[in-house]
């Protein structure tokens, strides 16, 4: 075995110790090995191929595969990099490291296995043309593929783990509640002084100065860390794949408390919040009203439907992109795909109020798609100069205005 066939195997075998390691050995806590089955056997066995394959390749496609699985190494051991800088190392953070440390040797090993191997024979002029167009296959490689399986590692993978410190400007009780699918989740609840309690999500950190607008008003309001993150069960996606289990779960919960009366919950989301707001309105009567802020899009079906309402050609060029990342996500996240937005909206038939911002930065483009079709009572506020999900500082006196209107019309008329 060549040298060169060393470094390979040892840095495909670091790799894939890692994989190993936080998919079976140390899985988050609330799951176990069998939930991360495509997460790690996909990944291992893609490295155990390429090692095999490797010796028998050309100068060429090792070099390839060098650089490919240093690219992934890096990605895999992004998780290990963010906690131990961070919160500091814990777990399978270590062999990220590790893995990560491989890659950077993987992409020394093709950069090298190329630049040694390149052809030096022929005119100069079709040597460079070769070697350019090689060069901006791989550019265009690197951005269409590892893109997307970077963006799908990274968001099912690194979330915050760390809880923020409370500025709810009131009395709050720390709460837990559990998932239809086994999964503590914790958080923070507000008491109601009106009988109607709000939903803020995602999270304890992002909605809390829209907690501190909504208990003003006297609502009762349940910010949670969602799975996968701060102090909660289970594996994240920050594109929310599955994550209407943890709003439902805390729909029951509000529904269990004495300050809360029967048919007066309601939810606020931003971003995938809101997204997943919409999902969870369709799926269930128990929220009686739904504010969905900056919804966008989660998967390569609703990113095409995205599209056809964006004008001109080039949209079409991210579609590889998408699709890689879809693929990646339904491995890396264990899961399919959730329903298209545009088959659950028209089944909310609660009071739905979309709020977006058309030059936000974000794309959000759907939300007028999304108004259309919705059955029930609607509104929509487009706020075109504010960002993404930042309608509340952009305009605070009229967020407030519009968005406690919306709920003391819904949650607080009789029922």
Do not use: C
């Not at 893109?147 to 409370?166: E, K, L, M, S, W």
């Not at 794949?241 to 606020?268: M, S």
């Not at 079709?373 to 960002?387: F, H």
Request: glycine share 14%; charged share 20%.
């Amino acid at each position: 075995m060549t040298r060169a066939e060393q470094l390979f195997a040892g840095g495909a075998a670091a790799i894939a110790l890692h994989v190993v390691d936080d998919s079976f050995l140390q899985p988050r806590h609330g799951t176990s090995a069998t939930d991360h089955l495509a997460g790690g056997l996909v990944p291992v066995a893609a490295l155990a191929a390429a090692a095999v394959a490797y010796p028998r390749a050309r100068a060429g496609v090792r070099g390839a595969l060098a650089l490919f699985f240093g690219l992934f190494g890096l990605i895999v051991g992004i998780e290990g990099l963010y906690d131990t800088f961070a919160a500091g190392a814990t777990g399978d953070d270590f062999t990220g490291l590790v893995a990560a440390g491989a890659g950077v040797l993987l992409l020394g090993l093709g950069g090298a296995t190329l630049w040694t191997s390149r052809k030096r024979a022929g005119r100069r002029w079709r040597r460079y043309t070769r070697r350019g167009l090689i060069t901006f296959a791989a550019l265009v490689f690197v951005a269409q593929v590892m893109f997307g399986i970077g963006i799908a590692y990274g968001t099912t993978h690194v979330q915050r783990q760390t809880v923020p410190t409370p500025q709810l400007g009131t009395a709050h009780e720390n709460v837990s509640f559990t998932t239809s699918d086994g999964l503590r989740l914790r958080g923070w609840y507000v008491p109601s002084r009106n009988g109607a309690a709000v939903i803020a999500f995602p999270g304890r950190s992002g909605p809390q100065k829209h907690a501190r607008m909504l208990a003003r008003h006297g609502y009762g309001v349940l910010l949670f860390d969602r799975r996968g993150e701060g102090a909660s069960d289970g594996d994240g996606n920050l594109f929310g794949w599955g994550g209407d289990k943890d709003i439902l779960a805390a729909v029951e919960y509000l529904q269990g408390r004495k300050d809360v009366e029967p048919g007066r919950i309601g939810g606020i989301g931003f971003s995938v919040g809101g997204e997943l707001m919409l999902q969870s309105a369709a799926e269930s009567d128990g929220l009686a009203a739904v504010v969905s802020e900056g919804a966008g899009t989660r998967w390569l079906g609703e990113e095409i439907e995205e599209l056809d309402t964006i004008p001109g050609w080039r949209k079409w060029l991210d579609v590889p992109t998408y699709a890689t990342k879809t693929a990646a996500l339904s491995v890396f996240g264990n899961s399919t795909p959730p329903p298209r937005l545009t088959d659950l909206v028209p089944r909310i038939e609660q009071p739905l109020f979309l709020i977006w911002a058309p030059n936000g930065g974000n794309a959000e483009t759907m939300n007028p798609v999304y108004y259309r079709l919705a059955p029930g009572p609607k509104q929509i506020w487009e706020i075109r100069d504010a960002r993404h999900i930042q309608g509340i500082t952009e305009h605070p006196v009229e967020y407030e205005r519009r968005v406690t209107s919306f709920f003391d019309d819904a949650l607080l008329g009789p029922r």
